[in-house]
């Protein structure tokens, strides 16, 4: 007797008709038409059941502040931390923990389960690192929170950006972070790779910096983060988010900068929402899209995972916790309109973002955690294009959410219909 088995699913890697087998919160079976019995049964006939959506990149303390202690006017990048400097004083603990907890609940019902969180670490008070520390604990029963200490103001332009940041590690914050295109000249900001590529190698923690999220072409500081990361030996752990200086670099420096970072094993997260919405903002027309090269990175064999960033936040009035949406966009400024583009995409908001996160037991293979999302679609092209309601949310084989299948009911010609998703449309089919 099983404690649950998912029957007659669809999954990610194309198979149909599969029955999940869960056992003490692990897969203890996954194979067609198991005939044991289970507890709990959960039928998926033309259902996609995948791996829950892993989010390699998020800010949880600024997370649903949208509008305290005032509206970003400009809509600007550089405004959104001018005025998180404005809200990050005067914040609380239990602020910070109740809004972080808030967006826990939200993440849970998209089946987003593993998220990596940046903290601020500009203020030595450090409000910000309690509070996500807190909250990690909390949310372990359904969420896997890693926390970057983040030094949001500079490494070293933050007038106690240094010793900020090493207390943070100090407390329990698990990853190193960065920003040296913020730090006060290109030199300051190679020099604070360097110091802090050797913190992770004398702590033994992963690195993750905000690494060139501008449109200058001459930023250029992933060359030296990939270089260092050779030259520490953390190969595989180091992680560069935004990059989105590459997308306006010449050719012929990136022909040579791709390399280097396959070399070092660089993980990249470009956040596509964020990117289309603050980057380019000096341009006139025509205006760069500013994401970083997407195509071009997983083709030479880097781990691509996408990031989230921001949900109603002094950056980004938008979002909704749902990952789907975040590759949808990905989808469009990268162009990946391809069958095969779009399986990498949606690769990039789970087995990528696992890998980036080095998750252990995440996937669906026998043995893996019993952690599933069962969604309103048939496949993966269907969830990324419809971004169906997550009608199964499962962690270490209990359910964790539900919800109800979204169908549109029809009142035409006299003759009431009903329309699964609401958009449902399989070539082929006939209409009423
Ligand atoms: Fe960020």
Sequence with gaps: MFDLIIRNANLPDSRKGIDIAVKDGKIAAIEASITAEAKEVIDATDRLVSPPFVDPHFHMDATLSLGLPRMNVSGTLLEGIALWGELRPIVTKEELVDRA?????????????????????????????????????????????????????????????????ERALDMGVDIVGGIPHFERTMDEGRASVEALCRIAADRGLPVD???????DPLSRHIETLAAETVRFGLQGRVAGSHLTSMH?????????????????????????????????????????????????????????????????????SMGSGDMLEVGHMAIHVAQMAGIEDKKKI?????????????????GLEKGCNADFVVLQAVDTLEALRLKPNRLAVIKRGKIVARSAPRIGELFLDGRPSKIDGGLDYVPGKKSR
């Design 101 to 165: 907890l808030r967006y826990c609940d939200l993440a849970v019902t998209q089946g987003l389960l593993f998220i990596r969180s940046h903290v601020d670490t500009s203020d030595p008070k450090l409000v910000t690192a309690e509070a996500l520390l807190e909250v990690k604990d909390r949310v372990k029963p359904y969420i896997d929170l890693q926390l970057v200490a983040f030094p949001q103001d500079g490494y070293y332009r933050a007038r106690d950006g240094v010793s900020s940041l």
């Design 209 to 215: 910096m905000h690494c060139d999220e501008t449109d």
């Design 346 to 362: 949606f690769d990039a908001l789970t087995v990528n973002s696992a890998k980036t996160m080095g998750l252990e037991g995440y």
């Design 248 to 316: 306006s670099m010449d050719n012929y420096y990136v022909s040579k900068l791709i390399p280097l970072m396959a070399e070092a094993r660089i993980n990249v997260i470009p956040n596509p929402l964020i990117n289309i919405m603050l980057q380019g903002r000096h341009d006139t027309y025509p205006k760069r899209r500013g994401m970083t090269r997407v195509r071009e990175l997983m083709d030479a064999g880097l781990n691509v995972s996408f990031g989230h960033d921001c949900v109603m936040d002094p950056w980004y």
